[in-house]
Antibody, heavy 121, light 108 residues
Framework: QVQLVQSGPEVKKPGASVKVSCKTS????????INWVRQAPGQGLEWLGW????????VYPQNVQGRVTMTTNTSTSTAYMELRSLRSDDTAVYYC??????????????WGLGTLVTVSS | SSELTQDPAVSVALGQTVRITCQGD??????ASWYQQRPGLAPVLVIS???NRPSGIPDRFSGSTSGSTASLAITGAQAEDEADYYC???????????FGGGTKLTVL
């Protein structure tokens, strides 16, 4: 069955960086893209971007462009999301979610369980 | 602010039908998908645009679109359907995804 297993919770200070991993299994990794989504406490879902696992092409929304980098390791079927210059309002649960084909951003179908990132001094 | 607008809260009597809506200009060009999220859990895809139910999703869930409004209907709502529901589609540029603000469904 399709599974996306994310890394554990993180606590970071303002200005630091965090890198969340998402190890996939149960399907052919390089035939679906990976979306990243976050949810601040008590708030709604926010799309953070998408990466093609085929060619590494990324699409980021303007509000995180320049602070976020998404990468993949096809040998381990793992996706990564790094967010830099952390602020307190980056405190959220970060989800990876399978979606799209090799070239096209599409809404996710299968989701990881989420990784809580807390930014606090 | 989101390019997709949802009512913050909707309620339905047990066994009745409820429609949750999502409005946005981009929906004239792109289909919406819908997620159910129970407290403390990851979202679950319930409808993939325009009206495709993933395996395991009950057939009381259905989707539709008219003009700039996408709708998720639950026919015969059950207690376990009480959750937050989010729509997702492309933004006006067509290159990015955007979520609606979410609708909290209460089953009375």
């Amino acid at each position: 069955q399709v599974q996306l297993v994310q890394s554990g919770p993180e606590v970071k200070k303002p200005g630091a960086s965090v890198k969340v991993s998402c190890k996939t299994s149960g399907y052919s990794f390089n035939t679906y893209g990976i979306n990243w989504v976050r949810q601040a406490p008590g708030q709604g879902l926010e799309w953070l971007g998408w990466i093609s696992t085929y060619n590494g092409h990324t699409v980021y929304p303007q509000n995180v462009q320049g602070r976020v980098t998404m990468t993949t390791n096809t040998s381990t079927s793992t996706a990564y999301m790094e967010l830099r210059s952390l602020r307190s309002d980056d405190t959220a649960v970060y989800y990876c979610a399978r979606g799209g084909d090799i070239l096209t951003v599409r809404a996710p179908d299968y989701w990881g369980l989420g990784t809580l990132v807390t930014v606090s001094s | 602010s989101s390019e997709l607008t949802q009512d913050p809260a909707v309620s339905v009597a047990l066994g009745q039908t409820v429609r949750i809506t999502c409005q946005g200009d981009s929906l004239r060009s792109y289909y919406a998908s819908w997620y159910q999220q129970r407290p403390g859990l990851a979202p679950v895809l319930v409808i993939s645009g325009p009206d495709n139910r993933p395996s395991g999703i009950p057939d009381r869930f259905s989707g539709s679109t008219s003009g700039s409004t996408a709708s998720l209907a639950i026919t015969g709502a059950q207690a376990e359907d009480e959750a937050d529901y989010y729509c997702i589609s492309r933004d006006s540029s067509g290159t990015h995804l955007v979520f609606g603000g979410g609708t909290k469904l209460t089953v009375l």
